[in-house]
């Protein structure tokens, strides 16, 4: 699976909008982009994932760039709830391999500020 | 609407005893991951379970570590004779589809064990 790049850490305010930025420049026609979230003593939460189109659904939006090598997640309106590490997560779909396995980086830590 | 749930949340045992962690998948949903966060590090995936099948156990330790998925029941995790590295959250995904598929993985909130 491609690498991902993300920031360590970024900050919002709350009710504003967060976009976490994932480079992933190595990526290929067959990976799909994911984004999980990790709450403090929680399990990983499934955010969204994408092929090359954006996607939006009840949490998030996900904008990948036109020749696929970053991504940004967005969160319309942050909340302190949304205070989490972010993993950005490039997947191989096929019917082969070992796709299955998530990789997990350092993510980035969203501090969502009062 | 349950999700994939796991007990206990909280192991405390001493070394040399077992530990044996529970995963239910969500409804619906035959395959079962198992992954490993040790303190300060991300997850590292350990084992795939289909029902009565293990698929890929590549990233679990060779000795004192087993995993099932029995065709009634919960999937197991079972660590023999733990050892103080053992400590560490332990978290089960499941996902539907076959292998390969494009299905995400979700994650129960995990069995944090310590070792005293």
């Known amino acids: 699976d491609a690498k991902t790049t993300q920031p360590p850490s970024m900050d919002c305010a709350e009710g504003r909008a967060a976009n976490l930025p994932c480079n992933h420049s190595t990526i290929s026609g067959n990976e799909y982009v994911y984004w999980y979230r990790q709450i403090h003593s929680q399990g990983p939460q499934y955010i969204i994932h994408g092929l090359k189109n954006n996607e939006t659904n009840e949490m998030a939006s996900l904008i990948i760039t036109e020749d696929r090598k970053s991504s940004t997640l967005i969160l319309p309106h942050a909340t302190l709830r949304d205070t989490a590490v972010y993993y950005c997560i490039v997947r191989v779909i096929s019917s082969g391999g070992s796709n299955y396995k998530l990789t997990f980086g350092k993510g980035t830590l969203l501090t969502v500020n009062p | 609407n349950a999700g994939v749930m796991q007990n206990p949340r909280h192991l405390v045992r001493r070394r040399g005893q077992e530990a044996r962690l529970r995963c239910s998948p969500m409804k619906g949903h035959s395959h079962v991951y198992w992954y490993r966060q040790l303190p300060e590090e991300g997850l590292k995936f350990m084992v795939y379970?289909?029902?009565?099948?293990?698929?890929?156990e590549s990233g679990m330790p060779k000795e004192r570590f087993s995993a099932e998925f029995p065709k009634e029941g919960p999937s197991i995790l079972r660590i023999q004779q733990v050892v103080r590295g053992d400590s560490a959250a332990y978290f089960c995904?499941?996902?539907?589809?076959?292998?390969?598929?494009?299905?995400?993985?979700?994650f129960g909130d995990g069995t944090r064990l310590s070792i005293l």
């Open positions: 995904a499941s996902s539907q589809g076959a292998l390969g598929g494009n299905q995400p993985q979700h």
């Open positions: 379970l289909q029902k009565e099948n293990i698929i890929d």
